[in-house]
């Protein structure tokens, strides 16, 4: 038996911390101990704290490698000997398709099938093709209708027993050719689960052994298949050892291999990451890089760009900047931050989108960091400090800054101690310093709101962003508002907008309150020129829409049409074309519903029929094939004027109003949608109502805008914030006036701010 496995790679500081620790607690044990054979692993399937990640459409992938394998002729075990002919396949492949698998396992030895035995099932080659056909792909590829063809493939499938495929054959409505890889690939992880076929068992370093497929194991990644496949000393040994992998993590390899799903969390993401670099694993890899991104946090964020970068993961150490540059203020108060490399942190610094409620807290960051290791770190001092933006200080934070003992320690930091004093006594020559802002800021766009008169109703033209939140003592919050760009006339709302490829685009709504003021005007708002352009009118005028964006196109759905006429169409702009063309429609006209977008599907909830009745529905829809239904919402009898927004792995449904015993209500229960599982869930309730408000998602968090009461008819100034970390909605502060039918959105501010 040999010892193998990848080439090690730089670990991480927790795992660092972590093998360290192993060293000095454990032994490893001899490897001819007796150790249980396990199959499956199930350990995992125990800890209620993992989160299960799917990959779609992984069985696609694995029978694409298996139909590859067939082809280049490696790892073949099942032999039909053919008019003079040897056509060679792999018995757990034909196995996983058939309703009997045990006929392909009665031996150890090579399944053959004889001449004698083949004449007598009377199995020809086209009947033979048909079975491969269906085993690798799901699909039969040769015309059935032909003379004699389906008598020849009825003939296979009672030779091999492959019901399945006579099935399919006889249909007239056969289900799809993923449909039934799916089937397959269930059948062969049943296989494993049971033992049956097993040819090769993989060892942990410590003992424990996992049996398997090699057939499965080379088609699952590229490291099992050049080890089993490139004809080293492993490819005939029983037995396989993996050096320097945790049994926990072996489990979750063979997992993902037998079913493209992985159970993650964080007690072993980092040496589940880890292998699946080393392993080769791209499909597992991506999985935990989804995880990573969606539930990293204060806490976690800095190991995770250390991992990005020791492996050159490039987008997740990007959104792990980005993480770090918006919660700067909390980071930097953890033990964690200390260990910060001074190349990143001299990095972080400097940027404008560094997210700080005063310029105070980067002063005292770089004051904790320099004094955790003051001898090596002293002589950096002066640029970091170089960095801090001493103007924007306070009079009571420049005493606190000139109080500090460490700069006066290092002779480089005369010149902050000299822009200190002169901040302080009034007479500053030096640069003035821009306040920080992040790269992404929350703006309001349009809606309607109560003139000054308290007269009458007036809608927008105004885009509104967030500069800066602010905290004051206890539960006080503010929000610092600062308008960016006005809306061409006519000014609107009840209005749809949508971000692609950093333009913003504005869709319908109404230009005011008649019958005849809704629009089918459609702009675009170019950020990085500030420029406005109208594009080609929508099809249909609509107010009470969404609109949603997908594969670089943006679709508006459903909607009010006239006041008296609600709408089942669909439409969908190409920016390549400048034009709008009409998609599948809705099953059921609808407005006051809300749409998003989760892993490329278009997801759209509740809204009110032609009948003024409020739905509980949600539907799957697919721009050529229409609506598909899900599982309605859970809370309430249906939901309208809501927001649905994607934030993480679900879809969180909030505000609106809901129909009472008579009329509509506030709606102030919250739920969540997992489509992997098409389930709800609960989550806290808001505050307070939010009927037609603006939504979106910024920084891994939901933030709620504006709208009305559907109880008072009050309009609602504030904004809410759910954490999904934290689980708990916050009250950040008011906006510059109380619109209702408003959108919301976050964008990257222009450079010009």
Request: hydrophobic fraction near 40%.
């Amino acid at each position: 038996m040999d010892d193998v496995g990848p080439k090690g790679k730089p670990r991480t500081r927790h795992q660092n911390q972590k093998h360290d620790a192993d060293k000095q607690s454990t032994h490893m044990p001899d490897s001819k101990a007796c150790h249980p054979l396990h199959h499956p692993p199930s350990s995992l399937l125990k800890d209620t704290d993992l989160i299960s990640y799917i990959l779609p459409s992984y069985s696609d992938t694995l029978f694409a490698c298996l139909r590859n394998l067939q082809e280049e002729e490696l790892l073949l075990d099942c032999a039909f000997l053919l008019q003079d002919n040897s056509v060679q396949a792999h018995r757990l492949v034909l196995a996983a398709a058939s309703q009997a698998p045990d006929v392909f396992f009665g031996s150890k030895q090579k399944f053959r099938l004889g001449v004698e035995t083949i004449r007598e099932c009377r199995l020809t080659p086209v009947g033979l093709r048909a079975v491969l056909d269906f085993a690798y792909g799901g699909d039969v590829t040769m015309d059935l209708s032909k003379e004699g063809v389906m008598d020849e493939v009825l003939d296979a499938c009672r030779c091999l027993e492959m019901e399945r495929l006579r099935q399919r054959s006889l249909s007239k409505v056969a289900t799809s050719a993923a449909t039934e890889r799916e089937k397959s690939l269930a059948t062969i992880r049943d296989m494993w689960e049971k033992g049956v076929g097993c040819d090769v068992t993989i060892q942990a370093e410590s003992g424990e052994r996992y049996s398997a497929h090699r057939v499965v194991l080379a088609a699952g990644g590229d490291y099992f298949r050049a080890l089993f496949c490139g004809g080293l000393r492993e490819s005939s040994e029983d037995v396989v050892c993996l050096r320097g992998v945790a049994p926990q993590v072996i489990e979750s390899i063979l997992g993902f291999i037998y079913s493209g799903q992985l159970r993650l969390g964080w007690s072993q993401i980092w040496e589940l990451t880890d292998a699946l670099l080393q392993f080769q694993l791209q499909g597992a890899l991506s999985l935990c890089i989804d995880f990573l991104r969606d539930r990293m946090d204060e806490s976690t964020c800095l190991d995770v760009l250390v991992l990005a970068e020791t492996y050159g993961l490039v987008q997740l150490g990007q959104a792990a900047g980005e993480y770090i540059l918006a919660h700067f203020q909390c980071i930097s108060a953890e033990e964690k931050f200390k260990d910060v490399p001074y190349s990143f942190l001299d990095r972080l610094l400097e940027k404008d989108s560094l997210c700080v409620e005063s310029e105070m807290v980067v002063f005292r960051a770089v004051v904790s960091w320099v004094e955790d290791n003051l001898k090596e770190r002293l002589a950096v001092l002066p640029s970091l400090l170089h960095h801090v933006r001493l103007p924007l200080l306070s009079y009571s934070e420049l005493q606190e800054a000139l109080s500090c003992s460490l700069l006066c320690r290092s002779p480089g930091a005369r010149g902050t101690l000299q822009a200190l004093r002169s901040l302080l006594e009034g007479d500053y020559r030096g640069p003035e310093c821009q306040p920080r802002t992040p790269n992404q800021v929350l703006v309001l766009v349009g809606g309607d709101t109560v003139d000054d008169e308290f007269m009458k109703r007036v809608p927008s033209q105004t885009l509104w962003f967030a500069e800066r939140f602010h905290r004051g003592h206890g539960l006080i919050r503010s929000i610092e508002w600062r308008p960016f760009a006005k809306l061409p006339e006519p000014p609107r709302f009840r209005h749809c907008v949508c971000l692609v490829n950093n333009k913003l685009y504005i869709l319908g709504g109404r230009k005011y309150y008649g019958a005849l003021d809704i629009l089918k005007s459609a702009l675009r708002f170019d950020l990085s020129q500030c420029k406005w352009e109208r594009l080609p009118d929508m099809l249909c005028q609509r107010d009470y829409f969404s609109a949603v964006c997908l594969d670089g196109k943006v679709f508006a759905l459903g909607g009010n049409r006239d006041d008296s006429q609600y709408l089942d169409s669909v439409e969908y702009y190409t920016p390549e074309e400048n034009t709008w063309r009409p998609a599948h429609p809705l099953d059921t006209a609808v407005c006051g519903h809300a749409a998003a977008v989760l892993d490329s599907q278009i997801y759209v909830s509740g809204g009110c029929d032609p009948y003024q009745r409020c739905l509980p529905s949600m539907w799957h829809y697919h721009p050529s094939r229409g609506c598909s239904p899900r599982a309605p919402m859970t809370v309430g009898a249906g939901r309208a004027g809501h927001i649905m927004l994607a934030l993480g792995r679900g879809l969180v449904v909030a505000g609106g109003l809901q129909p009472l015993w008579m009329g509509f209500g506030d709606q102030l229960l919250c739920e969540l949608y997992n489509p992997m599982y098409d389930s709800w869930s609960s989550i806290p309730a808001l505050p307070r109502p939010h009927l037609s408000p603006g939504a979106t998602v910024l920084d891994g968090r939901l933030y709620m805008v504006g709208g009305s009461s559907a109880n008072t008819a009050r309009d609602t100034k504030w904004v809410h914030r759910y954490d999904p970390m934290e689980r708990c909605w916050e009250n950040l502060g008011a906006m510059p006036h109380p619109y209702t039918d408003l959108a919301a959105c976050s964008l990257p501010l222009p450079q010009v701010f």
